[in-house]
Antibody, heavy 121, light 110 residues
Framework: QVTLRESGPALVKPTETLTLTCTFS??????????VGWLRQPPGKALEWLAL???????YYNTSLKTRLTISKDTSKDQVVLILTNMDPVDTATYFC?????????????WGQGTLVTVSS | QSALTQPASVSGSPGQSITISCTGT?????????VSWYQQHPGKAPKLMIY???KRPSGVSIRFSGSKSGNTASLTISGLQAEDEADYFC??????????FGTGTEVTVL
């Protein structure tokens, strides 16, 4: 059974750095064809893709946010970490991690429940 | 990466069919056969409904179908049911292993 769960702070201050952890089970991120991505959704708004890391540790980023984002994985812990620097109130959103699978042409087939991050002083 | 354009809302009566459009560009929707559709109920995580333009993952009802023409993809829900009331988002691969999502459509079952 595939599951993903996001964890991290619910509140961060402007200019601070956000670190989120995605802990998953039911698959290995060292298996060819598997990736984990991060996405976010501001309250009442659309989804936005942020970053993706694949089985080969190759990283891919939203070009608009690339300078602020870092994605990494710890295969031994079945975790993927997202770092977003210089947080701003516009970064307030629910952050999701999700699995992308080659058999589904790298669409996101399993998602975590999301974690709401509020940026406020 | 500009968001794909979707209608803000679509509605239909139970049993009817509705279609949601998703318009992109020749750099994303029109250039790859990699449009996905997600269903999201309030407060829940999105669920993959269609991938690769028109393929259904196992377990997704055959009432959901995808198509594409040029830079516009479409999701059709046939035999509309109360449980289909949700937000729907399209997504497309957009070169260099990046993704772009749509603006989202609220489906209301009258």
């Amino acid at each position: 059974q595939v599951t993903l769960r996001e964890s991290g702070p619910a509140l961060v201050k402007p200019t601070e750095t956000l670190t989120l952890t995605c802990t998953f089970s039911g698959f290995s991120l060292s298996s060819i064809g598997l990736c984990v991505g991060w996405l976010r959704q501001p309250p009442g708004k659309a989804l936005e893709w942020l970053a993706l890391i694949d089985w080969n540790s190759d990283q891919y980023y939203n070009t608009s946010l690339k300078t602020r984002l870092t994605i990494s994985k710890d295969t031994s812990k079945d975790q993927v970490v997202l770092i977003l620097t210089n947080m701003d109130p516009v970064d307030t959103a629910t952050y999701f991690c999700a699995r992308a699978y080659r058999d589904y042409e790298f669409s996101f087939d399993y998602w975590g429940q999301g974690t709401l991050v509020t940026v406020s002083s | 990466q500009s968001a794909l354009t979707q209608p803000a809302s679509v509605s239909g009566s139970p049993g009817q069919s509705i279609t949601i459009s998703c318009t992109g560009t020749s750099s994303d929707v029109g250039n790859y056969n990699l449009v996905s559709w997600y269903q999201q109920h309030p407060g829940k995580a999105p669920k993959l409904m269609i991938y690769a333009d028109n393929k259904r993952p196992s377990g997704v009802s055959i009432r959901f179908s995808g198509s594409k023409s040029g830079n516009t993809a479409s999701l059709t829900i046939s035999g509309l049911q109360a449980e289909d009331e949700a937000d729907y988002f399209c997504s497309s691969y957009a070169a260099s292993s990046t993704y772009v999502f749509g603006t989202g459509t609220e489906v209301t079952v009258l």
